[in-house]
């Protein structure tokens, strides 16, 4: 009983979660800090070294593991943990490569990432990168 329970409350996305915590049929869940900010949900913050958001930590983050169902019968497939942080660039093929130099730049402004940071998505700053050279100019500042 306890088992079908709990199946119920599996959804594909965690943001389908959000019904069941305004009809009271959840009393929390995990889910993206932005995604409870901009839903206005009150959420505690784990520490940096569990809360996967930084790279500083990654080699701790490597030492955390668990296995999933994999396509066959009987398969495991092990997950380690990694930093969870998002990227941004601009295609090669892009269409319009300027707008989008401005459209990073706007972003990683200051007005831009106090956006960013008021929806739960604070920046890393300065920006990390591998390739300098592929950096348009107008934005190596924020390196």
């Not at 049929?25 to 505690?44: C, G, M």
């Not at 008021?118 to 591998?130: A, D, L």
Request: glycine share 6%.
């Amino acid at each position: 009983m306890q088992e079908n329970r709990l199946k119920e409350n599996i959804r594909p996305k965690e943001t389908d979660l959000l019904s069941l915590i305004n009809l009271g049929e959840l009393d929390y869940i995990f889910i993206y800090k932005s995604v409870a900010s901009q839903h206005v949900y009150p959420y505690l913050e784990l520490p940096d070294e569990i809360n996967l958001k930084s790279n500083q930590y990654s080699d701790l983050f490597k030492k955390a593991s668990y296995d999933v169902k994999g396509k066959a019968p009987g398969e495991k497939i092990t997950k380690i943990g990694l930093p969870m942080v998002y990227g941004l660039t601009i295609p090669n093929n892009a269409e319009n490569p300027e707008g989008a130099e401005l459209w990073i730049d706007f972003l990683l402004s200051e007005k831009g990432r106090e956006i960013m940071s008021k929806n739960g998505q604070p920046s890393i700053t300065p920006v990390e990168t591998n390739d300098q050279e592929g950096i348009p100019e107008t934005l190596k500042k924020y390196l």
